[in-house]
């Protein structure tokens, strides 16, 4: 199965203490695997190769983190997923800002 922005929001399940998010999505015979990740900017016109952590609007592209590091592209067809707004929503409780 490949993991797709959809994916990830379909299985949105909150956010780490370090605010990244988590998902669990049915990954084959394996059953449901717990996946975190984030949007980041996808190093869009820098020259330090840094690549930060943002919310969706400003992405370039999805990182996962920890065991499944690689990065997949955003989905137009996501813009307005349901899982969007709950993400900025958990992201303003935990850090008091919002979109």
Same mark, same amino acid.
Not at 19 to 32: A, L, M, P, Q
Not at 57 to 77: C, F, K
């Given at each position: &199965?490949? $993991? ?5 929001? *379909?299985? @949105?399940?909150?956010?780490?203490? !370090?605010?990244?998010? /988590? ?7 394996? !059953? ?6 984030? @949007? =980041? #900017?996808?190093?869009?016109?820098? #020259? *330090?190769? @840094?690549?930060?952590?943002? @919310?969706? %609007?400003?992405? !370039?592209? $999805? #990182? &996962?983190?920890?065991? =499944?590091? +690689?990065? /997949? %592209?955003?989905? #137009? *067809?996501?813009?307005?997923? %349901? +899982?969007?707004?709950? /993400? ?5 409780? &935990?850090? !008091?800002?919002?979109?």
């Amino acid at each position: &199965m490949k $993991i797709t922005e959809q994916a990830l929001l *379909d299985g @949105y399940n909150g956010k780490t203490k !370090g605010g990244n998010n /988590i998902s669990d999505i049915k990954w084959g015979r394996w !059953g449901v695997t717990r996946i975190f990740w984030c @949007y =980041r #900017t996808g190093d869009q016109n820098r #020259t *330090d190769g @840094y690549n930060p952590q943002c @919310y969706r %609007p400003n992405a !370039g592209e $999805i #990182t &996962m983190e920890y065991d =499944r590091v +690689s990065a /997949i %592209p955003l989905q #137009t *067809d996501c813009d307005t997923h %349901p +899982s969007v707004t709950r /993400i900025a929503t958990d992201e303003a409780e &935990m850090w !008091g800002v919002g979109l």
